[in-house]
């Protein structure tokens, strides 16, 4: 991957780890080509320039899903608030600003479109086959639950599924996102690939 684009991962806002960030752009280059890559979760972008990097490469799109109020983690008083995304006008989180300085500074303005609503509204719009989803967003488990339920089955077939925070021991982290992991598993409608530290890789049989 591109040393400033890296850089510029590095520097983000985020709780993605970089040997994870890098699969993330690998997978997006090998399977962007099959169709646009969709990020359920930008945050301010960490992830979004790993995917977008790799898009890029396959000469495909990334599409950015967050509503950019922050997920239930990310709220005033919870465990990843960060006041400096808060907008005080709104009374509500705003990360937006921020996805959109990132992506500026990777040189991806081009490469990714920004979807600025719910991982369930913008679903009931998609019908384009998907080369790629990662689902990163809500990490409660009816949150986790929708956006399996509303994104698995735009894949097309032989893309991928990556699922973000797998932690097998629950006193390492919360369960949901593991929780559709398995239940993805258990439909019988993918293939496991290798797994990178806590992110999860599947593909559509
Ligand atoms: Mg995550």
């Known amino acids: 991957?591109?040393?400033?684009?890296?850089?510029?991962?590095?520097?983000?806002?985020?709780?993605?780890?970089?040997?994870?960030?890098?699969?993330?752009?690998?997978?997006?280059?090998?399977?962007?080509?099959?169709?646009?890559?969709?990020e359920i979760?930008?945050?301010?972008?960490?992830?979004?320039?790993?995917?977008?990097a790799g898009a890029q490469a396959a000469r495909g799109m990334l599409v950015c899903v967050d509503h950019h109020r922050g997920?239930?983690?990310?709220?005033?008083?919870?465990q990843y608030h960060d006041?400096?995304?808060?907008?005080?006008?709104?009374?509500?989180?705003d990360t937006l600003r921020e996805l959109r300085k990132t992506l500026r500074l990777a040189g991806l303005e081009d490469t990714a479109a920004?979807?600025?609503?719910?991982?369930v509204s913008a679903a009931r719009l998609w019908s384009t086959p998907l080369g790629m989803v990662f689902i990163d967003g809500g990490h409660s488990f009816p949150a986790a639950h929708a956006d399996?339920?509303?994104?698995?089955?735009?894949?097309?077939?032989?893309?991928?599924?990556?699922?973000?925070?797998?932690?097998?021991?629950?006193?390492?982290?919360?369960?949901?996102?593991?929780e559709i992991y398995r239940k993805a598993i258990a439909s019988g409608l993918?293939?496991?690939?290798?797994?990178?530290?806590?992110l999860g890789v599947l593909r559509r049989k």
Request: overall charge negative; charged content about 25%.
């Open 71 to 78: 997920s239930e983690e990310h709220q005033p008083g919870e």
């Open 83 to 93: 006041p400096e995304l808060f907008d005080a006008d709104a009374g509500r989180m």
């Open 1 to 38: 991957m591109d040393s400033q684009l890296l850089a510029v991962a590095r520097a983000c806002k985020g709780y993605l780890d970089e040997a994870e960030g890098l699969r993330l752009y690998e997978l997006a280059r090998e399977y962007g080509r099959r169709g646009p890559v969709v």
């Open 148 to 178: 399996y339920d509303s994104w698995h089955g735009k894949l097309a077939q032989g893309g991928v599924l990556a699922i973000h925070d797998l932690f097998p021991n629950p006193a390492e982290g919360g369960q949901a996102p593991i």
């Open 41 to 52: 979760g930008s945050y301010c972008g960490k992830s979004s320039v790993y995917l977008g």
């Open 190 to 198: 993918f293939e496991q690939l290798p797994t990178t530290k806590t």
């Open 114 to 119: 920004l979807l600025v609503t719910s991982s």
